[in-house]
């Protein structure tokens, strides 16, 4: 079923629209204001906005320029007064499908609702005949990639659990979401938790729940995400910074179903299929004894590698366009292209933050470029200044040599220590260790 979000605060409006898209076949969710709209379409992901352009709190344009900016792929129709048309236009400009004057009849809806159908299937029609794959925020035009989302598809239909395996920056995320939305539970909640991102104590918490004084600072019961993911998708996102003690604990739900809050005696179950996914080798963990080896088997009973970008350069260029066209449009910004040498230059760049490095870049190139097509010179100076080392260049390095260039190499791509440890499997402290061994600042 398709989803539909009403961004306005006319209560007619909005209950007028709603029995409409209801009966056309739409879940339908509404918010009264600019910033609860934000906060509901990021949470619904709606495949529809009904955007006001005025609302109490912030102007309708600047809700469009969030929703564009997410990525997310949905359609807006804005709907504005005859003396707002100007303005009306300017947001399909900048992304919105098209608008709805006020006051409008069903029939205009209608005609709308049938263009974006008939948009979508020209668009899938396409992508078929040049060999793309685009759904959800996933673009790609490479043949693994299709196989392995075509294996994924076929997964999303059990309640198999899956590990999705891969870089940073390869769309692991991406492709959770998506098997969710393929999958029989796409109308429940899908609902992350970042293992990564937390201290243990936090993170069981998290996961689990508490109940009111469990802890130094549990003042009140909380509710587990495992509990919120009920009928719905749980998304373990680097789940091999699970701690030891938490580990056995997930074990336990995956083969039972059943768990405890913590500080609580009471055994809670719920039904909800679980997605994880990792950036680092858990055989390797496992034989380092940091993972349970049994946790790793009950993980993998799917298992589906995403390959770096680097491994799929057919992709760049499809993925450099698509990105272009959307910040141009989101940054109201004339760009003609891209130069064929620079799309050369980056399909030779070895993109250790994969697609999300390449998005930044796109970006950063679009709003600083003085060119009406973009140079390499735009790129990001590491990138516009990569130069690929032949074979008769290469010479042989020892070994500490190699560590010292791949974490040099490493840091200079990534945001912070933090990122950098976990692009090169191993925690701050011995990144650190590393940096005062080689004199790296």
């Not at 769309?171 to 029989?184: E, I, N, P």
């Not at 899908?190 to 990564?196: G, K, L, P, R, S």
Request: aromatic share 6%; hydrophobic share 40%; net charge neutral.
């Amino acid at each position: 079923m398709q989803r539909a979000l009403l961004i306005d605060d006319d209560r007619n409006i909005v209950q007028t629209l709603a029995i409409y898209l209801e009966e056309k076949g739409f879940a339908v969710t509404a918010a009264g204001s600019a910033r609860d709209g934000i906060a509901r379409f990021l949470e619904y992901r709606p495949d529809l906005v009904l955007l006001d352009l005025r609302l109490p709190d912030l102007d309708g344009l600047d809700v469009l320029r969030q929703i564009v900016a997410s990525a997310i792929p949905t359609q807006v129709i804005i709907i504005t007064a005859h003396a707002a048309v100007e303005t009306a236009v300017s947001a399909v400009k900048m992304g919105a499908f098209d608008y709805l004057p006020k006051p409008f009849v069903p029939g205009q809806l209608d005609l709308l609702l049938e263009k974006i159908v008939q948009f979508q299937d020209l668009k899938k029609e396409v992508a078929r005949l040049k060999g793309i794959f685009e759904e959800g925020n996933l673009l790609t035009c490479s043949r693994l990639m299709r196989q392995i989302l075509a294996t994924a598809r076929q997964a999303a239909d059990s309640n198999a659990i899956v590990l999705i395996s891969g870089e940073s920056g390869t769309g692991k995320g991406l492709l959770a979401r998506l098997m969710h939305t393929w999958s029989q539970r796409a109308r429940g909640p899908f609902i992350t938790v970042d293992c990564a991102g937390l201290q243990e104590n936090l993170l069981e918490s998290d996961l689990f729940g508490h109940v009111k004084g469990a802890f130094t600072g549990a003042l009140r019961d909380k509710t587990g995400k495992l509990s919120l993911a009920e009928k719905g998708t749980i998304f373990l996102d680097e789940v091999s910074e699970i701690p030891p003690v938490v580990q056995g604990k997930l074990l336990r739900f995956l083969q039972q179903r059943e768990y405890e809050r913590v500080g609580d005696t009471q055994t809670l179950t719920v039904d909800a299929r679980v997605i994880a996914a990792t950036n680092k080798d858990l055989d390797e963990l496992v034989g380092d004894g940091t993972y349970r080896r049994d946790l790793y088997f009950r993980l993998k009973v799917v298992e589906i590698f995403l390959p770096p970008l680097r491994e799929r350069p057919e992709d760049i260029s499809l993925l450099v366009d698509h990105h272009l066209r959307r910040y141009a449009q989101l940054n109201n910004k004339q760009v003609k292209g891209i130069e064929p040498a620079t799309i050369q230059h980056m399909q030779n760049y070895p993109w250790p933050g994969n697609v999300r490095e390449l998005i930044n870049a796109v970006e950063r190139a679009l709003i600083l470029s003085p060119h009406p097509r973009i140079q390499t010179s735009d790129l990001p100076p590491h990138i516009a200044g990569y130069r690929q080392v032949s074979p008769n260049e290469a010479c042989l390095s020892s070994l500490a040599e190699m560590e010292k260039k791949h974490i040099q190499e490493v840091m200079l791509h990534t945001s912070s220590l933090d990122e950098a440890a976990r692009v090169l499997g191993i925690n701050t402290a011995t990144l650190w260790r590393k940096r005062k061994q080689y004199h790296l600042d």
